[in-house]
């Protein structure tokens, strides 16, 4: 492949895209099939540490690691990289702690039709933030090259735009083709948190629905932490292997958090709270009140429990549940 010198990019890399050097860290890693059974506070005390780069599963505002970034932000983790791939309200609760410095960013200051965040967008504006640009394919695609052991994926997405002037992608002409090509670099998260439906405490997982790339994120990241909304029996892992979406031998902690990725949405279980989430936006029109907001759901609250309580509680939580599983619709059609 010959390097194309018209297509120079301009963004920093903030990880090294060395596959061998991911590789001596992976050899090291226990495969042991243990108990990684701990709570969140101890996983987020072992295994997130100021300086790491983070990544987040799961997508828009659907399963995301919601309790696992407040416990993030209580802990006051700083100066973190962060993976901006398809981010919403994980990146907001992180913005109000300041916990990065540096990002990868993709489409990640929005809640999607919900609006913008008004913190996330002050504290990417403030000038305290490294950015290196990308689309949430070309964080998908850098994930995936990790995940094989590759240095990079060559893709064809991002040419002709600013996006990859700003990126830290390399154009190069296909050495069969001739046609132009963008290579991504593999991305090794330090350090990961996926949210899912159901684990053992070994840590081998079930994911139902969409999983995006959190496979591949599984296997890009050195320490991966699972916050799961149930534990089962690993029998029931066992009685159908072709359900496991994460095993065991990537796993670091096995966290059980039942609602963990509320308000955001869980496929399956729970709806999202939209008036939870318009609730943190509105709140963020009064910085007093926005402080005291976070004050009351994130820094004084012990633990995810505690803020579900605080949210409505179960029966907030069933009124989702309904909603996710279409139950409030139930009877309409013979009323008809």
Avoid at 25 to 35: E, H, I, L, Q, V
Wanted: aromatic share 8%.
């Amino acid at each position: 492949m010959i390097a194309d010198s018209t297509a120079q990019t301009l963004g920093p890399l903030f990880m090294n895209p060395d596959p061998d050097e991911a590789r001596a860290y992976f050899r090291s890693k226990s495969r042991m099939k243990a108990n990684k059974l701990m709570s969140l506070k101890e996983a987020v005390e072992k295994f997130v540490h100021d300086g790491d780069y983070l990544a987040m599963g799961g997508f828009g505002t659907n399963r995301t690691p919601v309790a696992a970034c407040q416990e993030i932000v209580r802990q006051g983790r700083k100066n973190m990289g962060f993976a901006g791939h398809t981010s919403t309200h994980d990146f907001q609760i992180l913005a109000t702690g300041e916990v990065f410095d540096r990002v990868d960013i993709a489409s990640i200051i929005g809640l999607e039709t919900r609006g913008m965040s008004p913190c996330a967008r002050a504290y990417m504006e403030s000038g305290r933030v490294r950015i290196c640009e990308w689309t949430n394919f070309s964080l998908a695609a850098r994930l995936k090259a990790a995940a094989m052991g590759i240095p990079f994926l060559p893709t064809r997405n991002m040419l002709g735009t600013d996006t990859l002037r700003q990126s830290g992608a390399k154009v190069v002409t296909c050495p069969f083709t001739g046609k132009r090509l963008v290579l991504q670099p593999a991305l090794y998260p330090d350090v990961s948190v996926i949210h899912v439906h159901e684990a053992d405490i070994y840590g081998n997982c079930r994911i139902r629905g969409i999983t995006i790339s959190d496979d591949d994120l599984a296997g890009a990241s050195r320490k991966l932490i699972i916050t799961t909304e149930r534990l089962i029996p690993t029998e029931e892992i066992r009685s159908d292997p072709a359900l496991t979406s994460i095993p065991y031998y990537l796993v670091d902690a096995v966290c059980e958090v039942p609602y963990g990725a509320y308000p955001t949405g869980m496929p399956g279980e729970y709806y999202s709270d939209e008036a939870h989430l318009k609730e943190w936006l509105t709140a963020q029109g009064d910085p007093a009140a926005f402080a005291s907001f976070l004050k009351r759901i994130i820094h004084d609250c012990p633990d995810h429990a505690a803020y579900i309580e605080l949210a409505g509680g179960i029966g907030r939580i069933k009124e989702l549940r309904a909603r996710e599983l279409m139950l409030h619709k139930e009877g309409i059609r013979e009323e008809l």
